[in-house]
């Protein structure tokens, strides 16, 4: 028999590592990233407007809750991450502010600066709800996924690596 140096063929499909970049990652060289202090002040603002509006809405809730079952209203307020209601707020607002309004918060609006995604021109749905998710992660070991900003080469948080995104700053009109 005759030996053969050439690669025998299989019927494995062979496949090659595609790098992650992607043209729109590509397309965002150079973009002017936000500072922390921009990014930092528009979160603070961000969580008071989402209380602002939670509060008056569970209160609104509660009163009707009593209306409804004719016994005397007792309104209880507290806001606690651990149930569900208060976490579905967060993420509701978080996300879903991000996904209408393509990066825009309120606070992200007063402050100039732009969540953009790494994968798209537009934040989908699921993106903006994994960037909401995400700010979890970052708050976990006492917010250490929120000041990687400073050790990341791209100053992405951990929420913003877990959602594929950056936070750009948007140029005076």
């Known amino acids: 028999m005759k ?3 050439a690669p025998k063929r299989s019927s494995i499909i062979v496949r090659h590592f595609d790098s992650h970049e992607s043209a ?13 202090w921009q990014r930092a002040a528009a979160f603070m603002i961000d969580l008071f407007l989402t ?18 079952a004719h016994r005397p209203l007792h309104i209880a307020m507290r806001f606690r991450l651990r149930d569900l209601q208060d976490l579905a707020w967060l993420i509701a607002y978080a996300g879903l502010s991000v996904w209408w309004t393509n990066g825009l918060t309120l606070g992200k609006r007063l402050l100039r600066i732009r969540v953009v995604s790494l994968k798209r021109e537009k934040i989908m749905l699921w993106q903006a709800l994994e960037r909401a998710l995400g700010y979890g992660a970052s708050a976990l070991e006492g917010g250490f996924g929120f000041f990687q900003y400073f050790i990341h080469h791209n100053c992405q948080c951990v929420h913003d690596r877990i959602a594929e995104t950056i936070v750009v700053s948007e140029p005076k009109n």
């Open 51 to 68: 209380l602002a509006i939670y509060i008056p809405a569970i209160m609104l809730y509660q009163y009707l809750q009593a209306q409804v």
């Open 3 to 5: 030996s053969s140096t």
């Open 24 to 36: 729109r990652a590509q397309s965002l060289e150079g973009v002017l990233l936000a500072a922390f």
